[in-house]
Every structure is written in C-alpha cells, then in structure tokens.
C-alpha cells in the first residue's frame, strides 16, 4: 500500500511539473485517457480541454500550422454539406459528434507547442492508462466467467453491453484494439526496456488477440515484424540481412498452403469465416454465407443470405459504385451522414436482410459503408475523399521524417482500419484520430530546426 501511494504521488507530483512547462501538458492528456469512457466523461475532458486553451491564450504561443488547417477545413465541408444534404436532420445531428474535428484542431493551435520529449511522456501516460484499462477488462472477464461458465467473456464484445464479451459493444472491440495497439508499440519499441516493460507488452499484444479483430491483429503483426528487422538498434547493422529474411518470411506465410487457401475461399466459396468483423452477430443456422464474387456480382439475394465482414463491405463498395453512377453527387456527395436512405434502397433493391421488430439485429439497412475513404467520398464528395487523404499523407510523412515508430504505427493503423471501419464517424473515433493527429503533427518544423542545431 505505501509503494503504491509514493508511486501515486510521484506521478502526480510528476503531471504538474509537467503541466507547468506546458498548459496542456494534464488536459490534453485528460482527453486521451476518458476515450474509453463514457461519452459524457469524455466530453467534459473535451470541454476543459478547450477552456484551458482559452483560458492560457497567448499571442506568441499561436501559430499557423498546415497540419491544422486540414481537419478544420474537412469540418467547415460538412457544415456546408447542410445545404444540398438529402437528410438535413440526419446532418445537423451529426455535426456535433464531429465537432471534434474543429474543436481539437484549434486548441493546439492556441496551445504553446509541445515539445517532442512532453509528446513521449503524453503517450507513457496514456500507455500506461491503457494497461489499466486491460488489467480492468481481464478481471471484469474472470469474474463474469466465474458467474456464467462462459468462455465467450475473453473474447471481442457482446451483442449488447450486458452481455458477454470482453468489453462492452459501446465500446466496441475493434475500437479498444487500436486503443491498445499504440500502447503496445509504445512499451514494445522502447530501446532501454525493463521487465515491466516487457510484461506490459506482452499483456496489451495478448489483449489485441482476445480482441479478435483479424485486420488489427495482422497490422500490428506487420508492423511488429518492421520493427525488429528494420528499426530497431541491431537491426541498423544487419539491413540487408533483415530485408532478405523478412521478405522470405512473407513468401513463406503467404505460400503456405492452408493461408494461401483461407484467401482463396474468401474470394472464391461461401464460408462463415472473415477476414474483417461481421456486422451482424447471432446469425442462426442454415443460412446461406455469401462469398466475394457473390457480393459483387448477384442480382438478388434472399433475406436468408448472410453477409460475413469482408463480404457485407464488398457489397457496400459495389452499392458505392452504382449510387455514384446513378447519382449526380460526385463533386458534393450525399450530405454529411445523409448516405443511410440510399444504402436503405439498395437493400430494398436487392432484398437484403431486414431485420427483425422484435429483435435488436435492425439489420444490413442500417449499416454504414464501413469504409472510411468510402464514407466520405458518398457523403462529401470527391473533396471530402481529398481532404481525408491529405490527413493520412501528412500523418505517414512526418512519422516517417521524425522517425517516430509509434507515430508510424499509429498512422498505418489508421491507413488500414479506415479500409474497413468508418471510424471517423464514431464519437471516440473521431477524438482519437484527432487527438493523436494533433498530438503526433505539430511543431515539426520547431523539431527539426532544433535537430539541425
């Protein structure tokens, strides 16, 4: 007990000296730690956020900065979006769950600019609140497992926040994986580990597992393997050694028979399997599971026809497709979230699985595009799709001219998951996405100017 207040009030002790330097130092980091909260947590530590910045304005501390000016000006398109929007009400409530965008934005640029040495010690803090959360997780699943029998509670979430899984579907399973995944590669990439260090990144890599999101466990697997080969200290020395063994590594994963099959069947046959989450849980037996080739090509389907999570977004891409063709919303698209009473009529259209009044499944009607690039072109036309691009470009350039594997990692990770989750028009997506955005992108030029000296 007395180690674990020193401990307490050395961080504590350490957050205000932190805080003193830089008065943003504790909010932005408030905001990082309540994403997994609830909204309301959440958007109180968004609210202080903002008024600190306010509240600590200086002159001198405001700087311009492009990086900035980006998500501000993706948020002004949907605002204006408003006005050829074909659901003006589905689009006013949407643009105060994307006010993120603008408001997070603009704190850092009134903000003093933190330096690359407070940007480590956010992300330690918030690491560090990320294996509390697991530990929370794991000892909520043991007890649940203890109470019910039933393994289902280690693993993904619930079909509901009361049911099994190992985290509640608000929170939703592939959300938390990237939540941990920046954690991982903080305690994983660290070159001076220590035990704790190691144990920690074993625990957050076996959580990612439990999550079983299949995308973010191949990603973090992917980036894990170019750390070792390629950025880390003895790997300087062996490049060409590790380029040979990781490229022969990926030929001999790929060409195994029995992966080299999983792809085939994904493209080819009608399974149950997925390379990425269903969108639908609970489906009883004697359905018929449809593959790629069916998703994109059939005329009709039957509501008896099951959409895996690879499949239902190959369907989604099709209907994309088609509603760009049919419509003429290239240049402006649908209207921020107004893309729902199209994707309602394609489902109508092709007989989809409706879903059932007196079930909590609302069916594939209600589901979005699942694709973040997809997702912005419908809503916001091609510069909505442009502007979402540039964010990402940004985001990969400066990680890779800092050299910064977690700000790497934290760009591909996004880069991957928008190709299978709208992730930006989730409430904690769009915060986290932001949050790390800013954090990772500002005061680049100041870090490397200071560098050449």
Not at 63 to 88: A, H, R, T
Not at 99 to 105: D, N, R, V
Request: aromatic residues 16%; charged residues 15%; positive net charge.
């Amino acid at each position: 007990m007395v180690n674990i207040y020193n401990f307490s009030k050395r961080v504590i002790q350490n957050l205000i000296k932190e805080n003193k330097s830089n008065s943003s130092f504790i909010s932005i980091l408030l905001v990082l730690i309540t994403i997994p909260l609830s909204f309301a947590i959440n958007n109180i530590s968004l609210g202080i956020f903002l008024l600190v910045a306010f509240i600590t304005l200086k002159k001198e501390n405001f700087k311009l900065q492009k990086e900035l000016l980006f998500p501000i000006l993706l948020y002004v398109l949907m605002v204006i979006s408003y006005f050829w929007s074909i659901d003006s009400e589905e689009t006013i409530s949407a643009l105060s769950k994307e006010i993120p965008l603008l408001i997070i934005p603009l704190g850092f640029l009134i903000f003093k600019t933190n330096t690359s040495e407070q940007k480590r010690k956010i992300i330690e803090y918030y690491s560090y609140a990320i294996v509390a959360f697991v530990l929370y997780y794991l000892v909520r699943a043991i007890i649940r497992y203890c109470m019910f029998g039933d393994p289902r509670m280690f693993f993904y979430h619930g079909e509901n926040d009361n049911d099994y899984g190992l985290v509640p579907k608000l929170l939703n399973a592939i959300h938390m994986s990237v939540f941990v995944a920046v954690a991982f590669f903080y305690f994983f990439t660290k070159e001076v580990k220590s035990k704790m260090d190691n144990l920690f990144s074993v625990l957050l890599f076996a959580f990612i597992l439990l999550l079983s999101s299949k995308n973010i466990i191949l990603v973090v697997l992917l980036l894990s393997l170019l750390n070792i080969f390629f950025f880390s200290k003895t790997a300087h020395k062996l490049r060409l050694r590790n380029l040979i063994v990781f490229g022969l590594l990926l030929v001999i994963i790929f060409s195994t028979g029995r992966i080299k099959d999983r792809f085939k069947v994904e493209f080819q046959n009608n399974t149950d399997k997925s390379l990425s989450t269903n969108v639908i849980e609970g489906i009883p037996s004697g359905v018929h599971y449809v593959s790629l080739k069916e998703a994109w090509s059939n005329p009709t389907f039957t509501p008896n026809d099951y959409f895996n999570g690879t499949a239902f977004r190959v369907y989604q891409f099709r209907i994309f497709t088609e509603l760009m063709n049919e419509n003429n919303v290239f240049l402006k698209g649908f209207g921020l979230n107004a893309s729902y009473p199209k994707i309602k009529e394609k489902a109508v259209h092709y007989n989809l699985y409706m879903g059932n009044e007196n079930d909590s499944d609302s069916g594939y009607q209600s589901k979005n595009f699942h694709n973040q690039y997809v997702q912005n072109f419908a809503e916001l036309g091609v510069f909505g799709f442009i502007l979402l691009l540039i964010l990402l470009i940004v985001n990969i350039k400066n990680a890779i001219k800092l050299k910064d594997f977690v700000h790497f990692a934290f760009a591909f990770l996004m880069i991957s998951l928008f190709l299978t989750e709208s992730f930006l028009w989730r409430q904690r997506g769009v915060v986290f996405f932001m949050m790390m955005y800013c954090l990772f992108n500002t005061g680049i030029s100041t870090q490397n100017s200071s560098k050449a000296e």
